[in-house]
């Protein structure tokens, strides 16, 4: 399978612990978007890594939320100390580019349920 | 204002009927613009993607442009129980950052 590979499909947290949430792009994809998704809403724009860079992290949250995408491995997002409203499904996307007209493919996104 | 806006729906439809899903946006800079479907509880699957004004016509599916209203339809000719699922409208202003719509629920009866 050479699609976005999410792991785990299911993580089930109680509140104060952390969540850590696995994502590796399509092969030859070098940039990586995590999105999330609340019931009923649509895709909620989080942060935007290329190798081992931030590009933009604008649309996440300024505390507990960190992303990574180290030279080799899978991007993470970490989610520090979590509260009922971070429950959501959590999609990852990756691009062989960045800019003009280039599609994201998503991966098929960890479900993340507070206790 | 939203940044992209779609009805939620649901819009329910015949079998073999056109459903016709629309979608407005704010950033008049957009250039590139996708349509998704994502079936309840699964990722969003890219099925088409439009750059200029006018048709784009893919199998049973014709994504429509027109920047000047700054507007984007997707018709799906032919309407199979199949395509029940929610269709996401996305935009690109420029580099990187995709921004979607809530979603369009698409109900086809058989």
């Known amino acids: 399978n050479a699609g976005v590979m999410q792991n785990p499909r299911h993580l089930v947290r109680r509140r104060g612990q952390e969540a850590r949430l696995r994502c590796s792009p399509m092969k030859g994809h070098s940039h990586v978007y995590w999105y999330r998704q609340l019931p009923e809403e649509g895709l909620k724009f989080m942060v935007y890594l290329q190798k081992e860079n931030i590009i933009d992290e604008s649309g996440m949250p300024k505390e507990r939320f960190s992303a990574e995408f180290p030279k080799e491995g899978p991007s993470i997002l970490r989610i520090q100390q979590v509260v009922r409203g971070d429950s959501a499904a959590y999609f990852c996307?990756?691009?062989?580019?960045?800019?003009?007209?280039?599609?994201?493919?998503f991966g098929d996104g960890t479900r993340l349920s507070i206790l | 204002q939203k940044e992209v806006e779609q009805n939620s729906g649901p819009l329910s439809v015949p079998e073999g009927a056109i459903a016709s899903l629309n979608c407005t946006y704010s950033?008049?800079?957009?250039?590139?613009f996708f349509w998704y479907r994502q079936y309840s509880g699964k990722s969003p699957e890219l099925i088409m993607s439009i750059y200029s004004n006018g048709d784009k016509e893919d199998g049973r599916f014709t994504a429509q442009l027109n920047k000047a209203s700054q507007y984007v339809s997707l018709l799906i000719r032919d309407s199979q129980p199949s395509d029940s699922a929610t269709y996401l409208c996305a935009q690109m202003p420029g580099g990187f950052k995709t921004i979607f719509g809530a979603g369009t629920r698409l109900f086809v009866k058989a």
């Open positions: 950033d008049r800079g957009s250039q590139s």
């Open positions: 996307a990756s691009s062989r580019d960045r800019g003009h007209g280039q599609p994201q493919h």
